[in-house]
Structures are given as C-alpha cells and as structure tokens.
C-alpha cells in the first residue's frame, strides 16, 4: 500500500501561510489536485505557482471557513475545476493568547467560530458532495496537542481543539456507512514562519525543554501522517488521533 493520491482532488483550508501551505503541497507532491482555501486568495498565487512548477494543478478558492455559504461556493467551485473531492484536510485556524479573565467574548467566538465551526461546516458540506457521488473519501481534522491538555493563556484555543477531537470520532462513526474516513493529525510544537520567532527566543527555549526529543517539529516532520491518513494506506481507519509532538505528550 502506497501513499500515491494520483487522481485524486483534495481541498485544503487555511493554506496560504503556515501548515496548510505545506500540507497542500505535500499532497500536490503526491498527485493530488489540490483546491487551496483561504480568506484572502491573493495570498495563494505563491502556492499555486509553486505547484504548477511541480507540474501538479492548484485551485485557489476563496473561502471563510466561518461562513456557510462561502464554505457550499467554495466546495462547488473546487469541484468544478477538480472533479470530486476525495479529501479534506480542514487545516484553517486562529489562536488568541491572552489570560483567561482578560479575553473578551469577541475574541473567544472568533477562534471557536473558525477552528471547531469552521471544521464543522467544512466537513458537513464534503461530506454531503462525498455522499452524493457515492465515491467515499478522507477527512483529516488539524488537531493540536492541547486538545488534550490545558495551556495558560490559550483557553479558547484549547476547548476548540478538544471540540475537534470529538467531532472528528462522532464523524467517524456517523459517515463510515458511507465509506468516509475521518480521522484528526495533533501536531506538537511545529516550527512554521507564523512562530518562528517566539520559539526560536526564550519562551520557545522553555518550551523544547519539555519536549522529549528536545526540539521542535519541521512541517517536513508531519507529512508522513498526513500522506497516511489522505491515503487508501488508512483504509482500515477512522476516528484516529495521530499525534506528531516529538513525545510531548507521553512525558505529561
């Protein structure tokens, strides 16, 4: 069993910057077509250009993952270019670091509303084109560490992530009848330009400390879950947690 997703059309949120710019990339490595999502499309033109030099084809679609209706375009218009999707990793997120007494209602509706709503409305509409084609598919949830831990500072981000968790094991057991596999990759510390320079300082110094293998995570260090999970190589699997942390968890 191999990871090659020739033929296959994938759509990836949040990829204009960070962990979806590589997860699309990884999965346009290996033959996929790739959709490309984000609130601002004009940041995708780099991505796109990058994949067709990889002589792979790259979708830019317009998408608020927030947004029912942007999210039922967005997914309609992936198709039509693509052909069906048969895999969605639902990568779009946003954190608010910020003392739990100091964050304000404002601020915690708009990292729920887009990590674990977003994921919500995102996998329902695929979902829904999966099961109307009757060709069945992946769904790969972006978890996170924290999903199973708190962290000061970062309530809302921690209850959304846990909200993934079990989203992605209710999806699971509710779409397997239709051969729909959905399963969430948790991620450690991983470094990307968005964190760059807080975990390359002193408070990121802290952090690798507790880290078991005593250093953080390259985007590189992800695709092996990811490419499993996209693949029919996780047929057997659904509702799975695969946590890439460099043994962060295991040491808690």
């Not at 979708?59 to 198709?79: C, H, I, M």
């Not at 760059?196 to 880290?211: M, S, T, V």
């Amino acid at each position: 069993m191999t990871f090659d997703l020739s033929g296959k059309a994938a759509l990836v949120t949040g990829a204009s910057s960070g962990l979806g710019y590589f997860f699309a990339l990884s999965l346009a490595r290996a033959g996929a077509r790739v959709a490309i999502g984000a609130r601002r499309s004009d940041r995708l033109e780099r991505l796109e250009a990058e994949i067709a030099a990889l002589d792979g084809r790259a979708v830019p679609v317009k998408l608020d993952v927030r947004d029912a209706k942007s999210v039922a375009g967005a997914v309609s218009r992936a198709e039509t270019e693509l052909g069906p999707l048969s895999i969605l990793v639902n990568n779009a997120g946003v954190a608010v670091t910020r003392p739990a007494l100091e964050v304000t209602e404002a601020e915690w509706d708009s990292v729920i509303e887009t990590n674990l709503k977003g994921a919500w409305l995102v996998a329902q509409e695929t979902a829904r084109h999966m099961v109307k084609f009757g060709h069945g598919g992946s769904i790969i949830n972006i978890a996170s560490v924290l999903a199973n831990r708190g962290s000061a500072q970062l309530s809302s981000y921690c209850a959304s992530k846990a909200g993934i968790v079990n989203l992605t094991r209710s999806l699971a057991v509710e779409l397997a009848r239709h051969e729909i596999r959905v399963n969430a990759l948790a991620p450690g510390y991983v470094i990307t330009e968005l964190n760059r320079d807080f975990l390359e300082g002193p408070g990121g110094d802290a952090i690798c400390k507790r880290i078991p293998q005593r250093r953080f995570g390259q985007p590189g260090d992800l695709e092996g879950a990811l490419l499993l999970l996209a693949s029919d190589a996780s047929r057997f699997m659904t509702g799975s947690v695969i946590t890439v942390d460099g043994g962060q968890s295991a040491g808690l």
